[in-house]
């Protein structure tokens, strides 16, 4: 647990003080959790919810008070991207066996239900800034898992591993670099 923290805060920067999940538990109901102090299914409220919040928070598992949303660690997405009012819950996420190097440590932007972030441009507002650096970014919408980030050329090449023209060298090879310890073997 304490690496991945690590790899967020390397990848994100760390908490950010000013910022808080207020009335927010999008993940206690979303996200999968599966550790050794505690475990549940995605897409279950976590037993712990109350009304207002977490019931045990004062001894909340420690995935609990270590897992952090990107909300709470990006500076630059705006105060309405908090998954309760955006409607999108926005994680990093670490594949054991990813499918493909984009999905071996990746942002992944979660369209809850109900939302309207699509429609409103708020999903548009938080893509725009997430994919503006060497992580892959990914968008869900509950069916489907979309990489949206790098640009479909642009991972094409990365993992097809053919020749880039000269004016994608060196954002093909800056991918590969980062992410070749996901490439599959097979």
């Known amino acids: 647990m304490d690496d991945a923290a690590d790899l967020e805060t390397n990848l994100l920067g760390p908490v950010l003080s000013h910022r808080s999940c ?29 009304a207002n919040g977490c019931g045990i928070h004062a001894v909340r598992p420690h995935i609990c008070r270590t897992w952090f949303c990107v909300w709470r660690r990006e500076e630059d997405l705006p105060d309405a991207a908090r998954p309760d009012r955006s409607g999108l819950l926005i994680s990093v ?8 190097c984009f ?5 992944n932007v ?3 239900p109900g939302s309207d972030a699509i429609a409103n441009g708020m999903a548009a507002r938080v893509l725009d800034v997430l994919c503006d650096r060497l992580i892959p970014v990914w968008f869900s919408d509950g069916d ?41 073997d097979g």
């Open 22 to 50: 207020g009335d927010c538990t999008a993940c206690c109901t979303v996200l999968p959790v599966n550790s050794p102090d505690f475990a549940k299914p995605a897409g279950i409220p976590c037993t712990h919810l109350i």
């Open 93 to 100: 996420n670490f594949v054991a066996e990813p499918q493909n």
């Open 103 to 107: 999905e071996g440590v990746a942002i």
């Open 110 to 112: 979660r369209l809850l």
């Open 144 to 184: 489907k898992k979309m990489l949206m980030h790098p640009e479909p050329d642009i991972a094409g090449l990365v993992l097809s591993g053919a020749l880039a023209p000269a004016a994608l060298r060196d954002e093909v090879a800056a991918w590969r670099e980062q992410y070749g310890m996901f490439a599959s």
